[in-house]
């Protein structure tokens, strides 16, 4: 690990950053990539724990496996509208409030906002076709909106997301996953666009304040504990 490294300027002639390649450089706080930037491998800035913000050139199509895991510093991001994916933990624990999503995303990976304790909101664009399990699980989100073209919401997704208050389920969804929504505790109302077929294990467990859930007549599996200790009268 390079502990004294504070900031760096890539020149123009870099196209990709390989894996681990600054993870643990905890004084780095700035950072100018290359605009001909084109991949940043694994873990590439992992636990960099002084840098606040970072811009991305067009042509990175994909944030890999837990690219800046652990940056709990970092505030801002710019994500060029070339990412189709954001991989598994990519973000997890970061410090943003906020984060615009680019508009042809398509696949936000296991874990990809896991553990962001400041993240209060986010828009999901309708090309986002899979949201992978526990993808926000213990973030800080108090309103998502979620992609049209979703059609399950994966196990854990949104576990103890303990201040979302009210979410939306698009026409599309036909899955609410395992423990998607348990421990949300101040979750008041969720209203059910689509024909859900199945409703998983324990998925709205532990909603202390979800008082009433209009379930669709598509609903054909509700599992197991799936409402316990919910408000619901």
Not at 33 to 40: R, V, W
Not at 126 to 142: K, M, N, Q
Request: hydrophobic share 35%; aromatic share 8%; with cysteine.
């Amino acid at each position: 690990y390079c502990d004294a490294l504070e900031s760096i300027k890539l020149p123009d002639s870099v196209t990709e950053i390989g894996s681990h390649a600054f993870a643990g450089c905890n004084a780095l706080g700035s950072i100018k990539m290359s605009p001909n930037l084109k991949e940043i491998g694994e873990y590439g800035f992992a636990w960099c724990r002084s840098l606040e913000s970072i811009k991305l050139p067009d042509g990175v199509t994909k944030i890999k496996e837990c690219t800046f895991y652990g940056c709990n510093n970092l505030k801002s991001i710019e994500l060029p509208d070339s990412v189709t994916e954001i991989g598994k933990l990519a973000f997890a624990g970061i410090d943003c409030k906020n984060i615009k999503l680019p508009k042809k995303l398509k696949i936000i990976d296991n874990g990809a906002f896991a553990q962001c304790d400041s993240l209060k909101g986010i828009e999901l664009p309708d090309s986002v076709i899979r949201l992978g399990d526990y993808a926000f699980e213990y973030s800080s989100l108090t309103s998502i909106k979620l992609s049209g073209s979703l059609q399950s919401i994966n196990p854990r997704v949104f576990y103890n997301c303990s201040s979302l208050k009210s979410i939306e389920l698009p026409r599309n969804i036909k899955i609410i996953g395992d423990y998607a929504f348990e421990a949300c505790f101040k979750l008041e109302n969720i209203k059910i666009l689509g024909n859900v077929t199945k409703i998983g294990a324990g998925a709205f467990r532990d909603c202390r304040n979800l008082k009433s859930i209009k379930l669709p007549k598509s609903v054909k599996e509700i599992g197991q504990d799936a409402f316990e200790e919910a408000g619901l009268k």
